[in-house]
């Protein structure tokens, strides 16, 4: 499952201490080494001090999609190169992966990407300006099975209550899960909160939208027997409570 690029936040307001990724070292081919050498300059993005100018990172004013947790890239570089016109943000924190998609990144020629390599929680919190993401994707998410792990889990109430600072109303959320008790844990979870609503007629689960390429986790579970679960949310126009300040 995919459990990099992001921790689990505390509601807005609190220290975060609990992450939802474990940091894995994972080795680096000597071809992802070098891509990150020699290609992290122009398409990777640093913690900055401030919020970051999406249009001056991108060169360019256009639609922008945020993937969290990214993996080995190939869902965020199919939607780039179908989508030439949108921009991409992909945040990940394991090195191979990052590497994995600067050498497609390169082969392809796909100038509509930026990699951070940081936790998701600090730039959703701390590297995005309000407002400056149209879509979010959560795909495969880690589900944390034992029950003294789910507060690991990253998708909470906090976090979307994160996430809408950055999604202007009407910005889509995609969240997309294998494994069945998680599914219905992010269903309740959206439902109670005020900052998205179900974008499925009716509520519950989206049929498998033709826009989410299939992933290598999406495969893997599928030979396992697993059902997969989209969920597609629309950002509300609901605000925090004056006060309420990110953590992260």
Same mark, same amino acid.
């Given at each position: 499952?995919?459990?990099?690029?992001?921790?689990?936040?505390?509601?807005?307001?609190?220290?975060?201490?609990?992450?939802?990724?474990?940091?894995?070292?994972?080795?680096?081919?000597?071809?992802?080494?070098?891509?990150?050498?020699?290609?992290?300059?122009?398409?990777?993005?640093?913690?900055?001090?401030?919020?970051?100018?999406?249009?001056?990172?991108?060169?360019?004013?256009?639609?922008?999609?945020?993937?969290?947790?990214?993996?080995?890239?190939?869902?965020?570089?199919?939607?780039?190169?179908?989508?030439?016109?949108?921009?991409?943000?992909?945040?990940?924190?394991?090195?191979?992966?990052?590497?994995?998609?600067?050498?497609?990144?390169?082969?392809?020629?796909?100038?509509?990407?930026?990699?951070?390599?940081?936790?998701?929680?600090?730039?959703?919190?701390?590297?995005?300006?309000?407002?400056?993401?149209?879509?979010?994707?959560?795909?495969?998410?880690?589900?944390?099975?034992?029950?003294?792990?789910?507060?690991?889990?990253?998708?909470?109430?906090?976090?979307?209550?994160? &996430?809408?600072?950055?999604?202007?109303?009407?910005?889509? /959320?995609?969240?997309? =899960? $294998? *494994?069945? !008790?998680?599914?219905? @844990?992010?269903?309740?979870?959206?439902?109670?909160?005020?900052?998205?609503?179900?974008?499925?007629?009716?509520?519950?689960?989206?049929?498998?939208?033709?826009?989410?390429?299939?992933?290598?986790?999406?495969?893997?579970? &599928?030979?396992?027997?697993?059902?997969?679960?989209?969920? /597609?949310?629309?950002? =509300? $126009? *609901?605000? !925090?409570?004056?006060? @309420?300040?990110?953590?992260?």
């Amino acid at each position: 499952m995919n459990d990099r690029g992001a921790a689990h936040p505390k509601t807005p307001g609190h220290h975060r201490t609990v992450r939802s990724f474990v940091r894995r070292a994972g080795r680096l081919t000597p071809s992802q080494a070098r891509a990150i050498e020699s290609l992290w300059s122009h398409f990777g993005i640093d913690p900055p001090s401030t919020p970051l100018d999406l249009d001056t990172v991108f060169g360019r004013h256009a639609a922008r999609t945020l993937e969290i947790g990214f993996g080995d890239g190939d869902n965020l570089a199919t939607l780039a190169a179908r989508h030439p016109e949108r921009d991409y943000l992909g945040v990940e924190v394991h090195d191979p992966g990052v590497g994995r998609l600067l050498l497609r990144i390169e082969r392809e020629g796909l100038e509509n990407i930026r990699v951070a390599r940081h936790d998701a929680v600090e730039v959703i919190n701390h590297w995005l300006a309000p407002d400056s993401i149209d879509e979010l994707l959560v795909f495969f998410p880690d589900p944390w099975h034992k029950k003294r792990h789910h507060k690991r889990r990253l998708i909470q109430a906090g976090f979307l209550e994160q &996430l809408a600072r950055v999604m202007p109303p009407g910005a889509r /959320l995609h969240l997309a =899960t $294998d *494994w069945a !008790p998680y599914a219905e @844990d992010m269903l309740i979870t959206c439902d109670a909160s005020p900052a998205f609503e179900n974008a499925q007629p009716g509520g519950g689960y989206a049929a498998r939208p033709d826009t989410r390429p299939t992933t290598k986790f999406e495969r893997r579970g &599928l030979r396992l027997g697993h059902e997969v679960f989209d969920l /597609l949310c629309k950002r =509300t $126009d *609901w605000q !925090p409570p004056q006060g @309420d300040q990110p953590s992260g």
